[in-house]
């Protein structure tokens, strides 16, 4: 996860607060812990970021020899993190999402080898079929990546 460093101390964050009208705030275990109540008797609400982000999962098709165990292609879902901020004109903030190493669905070899010159097309739809068989659909597309393709997935 990116360092999302605290508004007051800058330590790393672990809550988020927020209020009607200003900017989102970041702040550590030890600034919350001082200072919740005066926030909260000013109107912020405070959350803790894990609190504040929902649940959002990415699958993983290894296609490389120096990612899969053997010389197929398999495929794996994590849950995601938040890994960066944007941040639009007025100050909002909106959380990016990226794949963690908290794996849900541990990887399935699929029927095609990472030497295939078709590996690309041929993976994607056998890992479309495995997820489905394991309770997940596809969301977004399949992102390719040097020796991995990425999609967005939500339990089915």
Known sequence: MTFIPCWTCAQPATHVLTREGSNTLHA??????????????????????????????????????????YVFCDVAVAEDDIITFKVDSEGNETPVYGMSNRIVLEPVILPVRVDDDDKLTKATHAADEILAAHGWSVTGNWEIADNAMYAAVERA
């Open 28 to 69: 550590c275990d030890n600034c919350t812990r001082i200072d919740r109540a005066e926030a909260e008797s000013r109107g912020w609400t405070v959350k803790s970021i894990a609190e504040t982000a929902p649940t959002t999962y990415t699958a993983a098709i290894a296609t490389a020899s120096d990612v899969v165990e």
